[in-house]
């Protein structure tokens, strides 16, 4: 979910704010800069034979017969399928062995193979007929009607039960060890598109911040925000700006808010280039900043530190979290979640998706492994005051952590 649909969501904007978004971005003046991508390489049909086989591997691994997937992250992952959930099932299974199958509705079947980039076979079916009965037929006459069925964690539950009632033999099992096992261990195409949109996103924050004037809101500093990052040739998911007491605040405030000298201007935005995201947080004062921000912006900007040299291959993922927790209780914050204090983990798992499995959170066991990326936020929220984010997102190499985008070096020089 974009920040902006969060925040709408969240009840925090309403439709009148959304709409002017692209009207203010579209006269902000970004004359002066050129897109970045034009040297990315999107993801083709090797890189997704390669993912298909890794999935069958870990399918037999396993002992799961195939793998149902819905339109999505995933469904484009593993087949270049680019679609949206209706009421209309378009699904595909991913058979241990052999092709994978592509069910949509009959009049769909020519859009939905325009985005295939993998062999496939396409089975359609028809308004007065079941899509589940499709690849219920489809699963048995492969054999698979007795087999484990892998569900993807975000299918919905209409399409897991409709499939679960037509083979009372089969069972429905969680597909994460598969799905997972592919999508959290990033190769270095995926890397290198993740670099670019972070790349993008750094040199739109820079781009913005000297033009932050007192008085400003914080749809205006979207609107730079959003403009820069597709002039830059990134494709903006909206931003998140929070001004003076709503940075104490993740998610921000509902108040009016305007930039104030002295008061705390926190942003947080990403993009994605070729379908690979990127999620960057900045904080930094207009004027003389008050000495309690500069505080905890130095706080927090050892956390990131600290989280980087905890993380190294084999470490579970919420031991990053506890030695950043460790360190803030030292300083008189917290325990735990408790505020003032980091109230949220201390980073969360991005590729296709801002946010995908798995997290830097107290309790995850799943061990730091090369490829995986995350981002890497711990800020500290004073409520009532203000709070400080830092956030940059880093993979992991076989000699540990390399950032995609370097930290600031001091709240002065934000950028």
Not at 292 to 299: E, I, K, L, M, S
């Amino acid at each position: 979910m974009n920040r902006r649909t969060l925040l709408k969501s969240a009840g925090l904007i309403g439709l009148s704010t959304l709409l002017p978004l692209s009207a203010l971005a579209a006269e902000v003046d970004t004359s002066g800069l050129s897109d970045m991508t034009k040297d990315a390489v999107p993801i083709g049909r090797e890189e997704r034979m390669r993912r298909l086989a890794r999935a069958q591997e870990l399918m037999k691994r396993n002992g799961i017969g195939a793998v149902l997937i819905e339109p999505g992250s995933s469904l484009i992952y593993f087949t270049g399928v680019r679609w949206w959930r209706s009421e209309r099932l378009t699904a595909a299974v991913i058979p241990a062995s052999g092709e994978p199958l592509i069910v949509t509705p009959f009049f769909e079947r020519p859009s939905v193979q325009e985005s295939l980039g993998v062999p496939a076979e396409i089975r359609v079916w028809q308004e007065d007929e079941s899509p589940t009965a499709v690849i219920a037929k489809w699963l048995k006459e492969k054999k698979l009607d007795r087999a484990r069925i892998g569900i993807e964690e975000t299918a919905r539950f209409f399409a897991s039960d409709g499939l679960a009632k037509l083979l009372p033999q089969a069972r429905m099992v969680s597909a994460n060890p598969v799905v997972r096992g592919c999508r959290m261990h990033k190769t270095p195409a995926e890397i290198a598109l993740m670099q670019k949109a972070n790349d993008v996103t750094i040199a739109a924050i820079r781009w913005t911040v000297p033009r932050i004037r007192e008085g400003m809101k914080r749809d205006e500093i979207v609107a730079m925000i959003v403009a820069a990052t597709n002039a830059l040739g990134g494709e903006a998911d909206g931003g998140l700006v929070l001004l003076g007491e709503a940075s104490a605040y993740p998610h921000g405030s509902g108040k009016p808010q305007v930039v104030r000298e002295g008061e705390v201007v926190l942003i947080d935005v990403g993009c994605s280039v070729h379908g690979y995201a990127s999620d960057i947080s900045r904080t930094f004062v207009p004027g003389r900043a008050p000495d309690a921000v500069r505080r905890v912006f130095d706080t927090v900007a050892e956390g990131q530190q600290i989280a980087m040299r905890t993380a190294r291959i084999g470490t579970p993922c919420g031991q990053v979290d506890d030695a950043v927790r460790a360190f803030y209780v030292k300083e008189g914050y917290g325990p735990g979640y408790k505020l003032p204090g980091l109230s949220h983990r201390t980073g969360h798992g991005i590729g296709m998706d801002g946010h995908e499995p798995v997290n830097l959170v107290h309790g995850e066991t799943t061990p730091l492994d090369a490829g995986m990326c995350f981002s890497n936020e711990p800020g500290l929220y004073l409520p009532g005051k203000f709070g400080v984010r830092l956030e940059d997102c880093f993979h992991m190499t076989p000699a540990g952590p390399k950032f995609f985008t370097e930290p600031p070096k001091s709240l002065d020089n934000p950028v």
